[in-house]
Structures are given as structure tokens and as C-alpha cells.
């Protein structure tokens, strides 16, 4: 718990054997001043390993989901489903590759404490080593950032994965990209509904293991073509009703 909020993680995983225990212990290992846990919970869902992703997850402390039906998003309200049991007031959501460090949620979760609704964590404003990040994923993250920053006005560095959000406000979003759009429906919908969105930087790291996106040329390809159609799509679609805005 931080601070009153009850605070629980997620983290989509597909092959991550070499790393999912160690980023699981990583947020479990966040502490308070008082020395309490700062995460209550941390949901892994396995989204169709071939690998021990799952037993090496539950060896570390996690409570485990499975579906094989893949997908990024698909993976991510799998393990909310599971979160909401508990009833946080915050999730984190983080990758299990140890690109990213996990000594940024306490950050993350000050911003949601000063009043935004969603903290994204921006390796553009971070620091990055060398390798982290393929030419292919910045130039994407560069164009897309800058198509959302044209078409609606707000700025936009990064489309990264590690991030943090109100509960109250991601239950108005009414997710639904199951693949690579997961993350930018998010942001744009936020902004759509003229939520707090703040951007912290996060220092990236090189990953452990092979990226299923930057890794192959179907992965950049498949990412890329699913993040540009999520915009064009939100765009130009019928705006979407939230459960707020409902009679």
C-alpha cells in the first residue's frame, strides 16, 4: 500500500524465464518509509509460454494467469480481471524483460497521489542504454508520439509500457485493443476524456531475452501497423461512451 492506496502490478509475460522472477522480485522488493510493501499485489499473466516463465513467476511471489490466446492488451485485462478481486486503487502495468527498474514506481505512484490520472513512464525523457532500444522502435515511438501530438493537440513523448493508473479512471476507458494498441488507446482515450496525464522520465534498460517485437521483422511490422491503425482508428471512429457519461 502507498499511502492509502492499495496498490497492485501487472505484468503481461510470453517466454520470459531468464527475467519475469527477477522483475517480480524487483516490485515486490519497493518499500515505504515504515519499511511496509509498497505493491500489494503483483499479477503475472502467462500469455502462451513455451519456456517456465510460469513456475519461475510463482517462485518469485506472484499470483499467475494464464490465456493462451495471445496478445499484448489481451494479456493485460486477463491479469486486471484477476487484480480486481482486490480492489487496488492503482495498477502498474510493467513488461517482465527487466528493461525497466522498478525503483521508478514509487515516482509513478507520487504523481497519482498529486492528483494525475495516468503516469506514463517516458524512456524518451529517461535514460537509455546503449541497445535498449532498436532504431526501429524509436523511430516508430517518434512517429506515432508525433501523429498524437498533431491530432490532438497534447504532448506526447512516449508510448512506453511502464506506467500507472487510477483504477476509477482506467474503468472509464472501457479497454479493448487485445494486441500492440493497448497502450496507445489508453493514453489517447485519457486524453479524450481530458484526464490527468503526466509523463515521468524512466531509465531503460538493455532486455534480457529476445524482444518479441523488435526481435523479428513480422514483430516491428505487426507492432507498428497495430499502433498506427489504433490511432487513425480513435480518431476518426465515433468517439466512444464512457460509463461516466452514461444517463
Not at 489481451?74 to 480492489?87: D, G, H, N, Y
Not at 490532438?152 to 485493443?177: C, E, H, K, N, V
Amino acid at each position: 500500500m502507498y499511502n492509502g492506496f492499495r496498490v497492485g502490478a501487472v505484468i503481461p509475460a510470453l517466454n520470459e524465464e531468464q527475467s519475469v522472477g527477477l522483475v517480480v522480485q524487483d516490485i515486490r522488493s519497493q518499500r515505504n518509509s515504515d519499511g511496509t510493501q509498497m505493491v500489494d499485489d503483483v499479477v503475472v499473466c502467462d500469455n502462451g509460454s513455451t519456456d517456465s516463465t510460469s513456475r519461475v513467476a510463482i517462485e518469485a511471489g506472484a499470483t499467475l494467469v494464464t490465456d493462451t490466446k495471445r496478445g499484448y492488451g489481451r494479456a493485460c485485462l486477463t491479469a486486471i480481471a484477476t487484480l480486481k478481486e482486490k480492489s487496488p486503487e492503482v495498477l502498474v502495468f510493467m513488461d517482465g524483460d527487466l528493461a525497466f527498474d522498478a525503483r521508478d514506481i514509487p515516482h509513478m505512484l507520487h504523481s497519482i497521489e498529486q492528483g494525475a490520472d495516468l503516469v506514463i513512464g517516458s524512456r524518451s525523457l529517461g535514460k537509455c542504454e546503449p541497445g535498449a532500444l532498436s532504431l526501429a522502435q524509436r523511430i516508430g515511438n517518434k512517429v506515432a508520439t508525433l501523429l498524437i501530438s498533431l491530432l490532438w493537440s497534447a504532448r506526447i513523448t512516449d508510448l512506453g509500457p511502464f506506467r500507472a493508473i487510477r483504477t476509477s479512471a482506467l474503468d472509464q476507458l472501457f479497454m479493448r485493443d487485445e494486441a500492440f494498441g493497448w497502450t496507445v488507446e489508453m493514453q489517447i482515450k485519457a486524453i479524450d476524456m481530458d484526464m490527468s496525464v503526466v509523463e515521468i522520465p524512466v531509465n531503460t534498460r538493455v532486455r534480457l531475452g529476445r524482444s518479441k517485437i523488435s526481435g523479428t521483422i513480422r514483430g516491428v511490422l505487426s507492432a507498428g501497423f497495430g499502433i498506427l491503425s489504433k490511432i487513425l482508428q480513435l480518431r476518426f471512429s465515433t468517439p466512444f461512451v464512457s460509463s461516466s457519461q452514461l444517463p
